[in-house]
């Protein structure tokens, strides 16, 4: 919550009131609702939009906001969290490579929150291993609804640090290491980038511009940012793009015991569509 002292070291006036009208904007956007605890998280991410469209409170720039519609995707990519890791929850690559083994007919698997890329390059990286190529018959789509970060995942190029964690022949055959002026990056291959499809997606979108079959849907850590009833409308409409065999595969915080309408359990953090009860 937002305490006296904040307040008065704060370079921009907001307010109580100023807090609950930008969760109100962002939940209409996104479908995302703020917990009380992240008014710091708020006031420090937009003050910068504040202090870059030189108005003087957060008032102001609600009123802005309004008034620019513009200005709202700057609103969505600073109160949208993006945090990633190549490989992260490893057990979900291990879960798509042996899927990828017993389905050679896999054509299409969606990561629906890419970020800044490192996860569906994490996908490619696994179906260029189990296919021995990078030419494969499988179509990557990695989508997320800040567009700034689909820039830096289209662009593929990392502090090196976020590869220390891979094994040498991954580093070797998937990144180059930057010389000169780029030392201290790495960039992935250029058949790798071409292996994944970059859109700008809202899930709250009435239309999505994809169509099914898709047979793996990767939607980790982004339902619980959602109220229940958000997170089941977005899951049956992700569920009817999945073919009897799909496999959704969610986050590790995540768990969808009241969807048992929906999908039915197919490992840790792993689900099968539940087309048996249509």
Same mark, same amino acid.
């Given at each position: ?58 008032? $102001? ?174 899951? $049956? ?16 915080? $995540? ?24």
């Amino acid at each position: 919550m937002i305490s006296t002292d904040d307040l008065n070291n704060r370079e921009f006036s907001f307010e109580r009131t100023d807090f609950d009208s930008v969760r109100t904007r962002l939940y209409q956007l996104t479908g995302i609702r703020l917990a009380d605890s992240k008014d710091s998280m708020v006031y420090s991410r937009l003050a910068r939009r504040v202090r870059a469209l030189r108005l003087q409170s957060f008032a $102001e720039y609600l009123s802005h906001l309004q008034t620019h519609p513009d200005e709202e995707q700057h609103f969505i990519n600073a109160l949208t969290t993006n945090l990633t890791s190549f490989f992260r929850e490893p057990h979900h690559f291990d879960i798509l490579k042996k899927y990828l083994l017993a389905h050679p007919q896999t054509k299409t698997i969606w990561c629906t929150a890419s970020s800044t890329g490192e996860e569906p390059y994490s996908i490619a990286m696994v179906v260029a291993e189990t296919y021995g190529r990078f030419d494969v018959p499988i179509k990557i789509i990695a989508s997320d609804i800040d567009s700034q970060v689909l820039q830096k995942a289209q662009a593929g190029i990392y502090a090196i640090e976020k590869i220390n964690s891979l094994a040498e022949q991954r580093k070797k055959q998937f990144f180059y290491k930057g010389k000169g002026s780029a030392t201290g990056l790495v960039k992935v291959v250029p058949e790798l980038q071409k292996m994944v499809e970059f859109r700008q997606i809202n899930l709250l979108n009435a239309q999505w511009p994809l169509r099914g079959p898709i047979d793996i849907i990767f939607c980790r850590n982004v339902m619980i940012y959602f109220d229940k009833e958000t997170q089941l409308t977005l899951l $049956e409409r992700m569920v009817k793009l999945l073919p009897a065999k799909g496999l959704y595969i969610a986050g590790h915080s $995540e768990t969808f015991n009241h969807a048992s309408h929906l999908v039915k359990p197919a490992g840790h953090t792993t689900y099968y569509p539940n087309h048996s009860v249509r």
